[in-house]
């Protein structure tokens, strides 16, 4: 299933029904009196939080929602019937933005939580209800309100404690899958990782906790190199992130240089979230002899002046994993929660890149830039 994480969509309540004129005629009661209802009320749009849901890709396929209307009013003092609310679920962890206002209307985090984004319209009053002591027999009516109409964006950030952050090829996809039961793909050239996923780390009965991994940064993604930055805003929720460096780069590069360059692309994104606390993974130790590769990491942590937590593994062979996942359980309690979104980032209209990189798989990625190129 394709991936989606932002779509925009059109919501409209129900317009409420017009109240009836009508008057009692039964025989020996000539002058029975108005007897019009009311017109019922409309239906309202929610949206309701759904976990078996992962993804936005059922908005690419319909834009428009629209509750039932509220029915006309009758004689005989019968009231219109209410229309039916419309439920339009989502996945957990979808932020929901007025399209036009840029106004934040919610954050849907919990299962089964629901949130009002058009109400409905008002039904109109009968000619009963104009009744009065001067006023026998009133022909005036009220229609029915109007509904909401409303363009949503809705923005989903997957709800995680843990983040992975790497230049692609650094080995995230092979550390969610040592740790956790997640089966990302894994492959010898960059941006394997084409979209998030989610693992969930099992520490002990009862106890776990939520890893995420998202595409690979590479330098210059602020301005759109690579996958460019639109995948962090899945970091945003977590409480901790996992800088994963390789210790051995097959392109010969320094791993303290290449921290510093996603140190450089984090904080243009968000300053925010690199002020998020983070911890240093050495990946890759089985590359180099146990000594040299101790050696190797202590030469990147003193590169870097590194005061954080630091770790050596192998996430290939197992090596150091258990040891990084049990220091992460013990410190997730104290670390303070993700703050609540807000509403920093610009967020403009869709780019060919963005359809193209929505429409990717992996099997046609190569046919995707070739046809590109000509």
């Not at 929660?337 to 099997?363: F, H, I, K, V, Y």
Request: glycine content about 12%; aromatic content about 8%.
């Amino acid at each position: 299933m394709k991936f989606i994480d932002e779509v925009r969509i059109h919501v409209a309540s129900g317009n409420g029904g017009h109240g009836a004129v009508s008057f009692r005629r039964e025989k020996f009661i000539p002058f029975g009196g108005p007897d019009g209802g009311d017109g019922g009320r409309g239906g309202s749009v929610y949206l309701v939080a759904q976990a078996s849901l992962n993804t936005l890709i059922d908005f690419r396929y319909q834009r428009r929602y629209r509750a039932e209307n509220g029915h006309g009013g009758a004689g005989r003092q019968m009231t219109g019937r209410a229309g039916h609310d419309l439920e339009i679920k989502v996945p957990v962890g979808t932020l929901v933005y007025d399209d036009d206002t840029h106004e934040l209307l919610g954050d849907l985090r919990f299962e089964g939580e629901r949130l009002l984004v058009a109400r409905s319209g008002r039904g109109g009053h009968g000619n009963l209800s104009y009744k009065s002591s001067t006023n026998r027999a009133p022909r005036q009516f009220e229609k029915g309100g109007a509904g909401e109409e409303r363009d949503l964006r809705l923005e989903l950030r997957l709800l995680a404690d843990v983040g992975l952050l790497g230049l692609p090829n650094a080995g995230k996809s092979t550390l969610i899958r040592a740790v956790s039961a997640a089966r990302p793909k894994v492959a010898d050239y960059p941006f394997t990782t084409l979209y998030p996923n989610l693992g969930v780390v099992r520490v002990a009965a009862h106890e776990s906790f939520v890893l995420a991994d998202i595409p690979g940064l590479i330098p210059g993604a602020s301005e759109g190199a690579g996958l460019g930055t639109r995948f962090l805003k899945h970091l945003s929720r977590t409480r901790l992130l996992l800088h994963l460096v390789d210790m051995a780069p097959v392109d010969g590069s320094d791993p303290a240089m290449n921290i510093r360059a996603l140190e450089m692309e984090l904080a243009a994104y968000s300053p925010a979230l690199a002020m998020r606390p983070r911890w240093l993974v050495v990946n890759k130790s089985d590359l180099l002899p146990g000594e040299e590769a101790e050696a190797r990491f202590q030469q990147i942590c003193k590169a870097l002046q590194w005061e954080s937590p630091a770790f050596l593994i192998s996430a290939a062979s197992g090596a150091g994993c258990e040891a990084l996942v049990y220091a992460i359980w013990q410190a997730l309690p104290d670390l303070p929660p993700a703050a609540d979104p807000m509403q920093t980032e610009d967020w403009g209209d869709e780019s060919d890149a963005d359809e193209r990189l929505e429409n990717w798989e992996g099997d046609d990625l190569d046919a995707d830039w070739e046809e590109e190129q000509v």
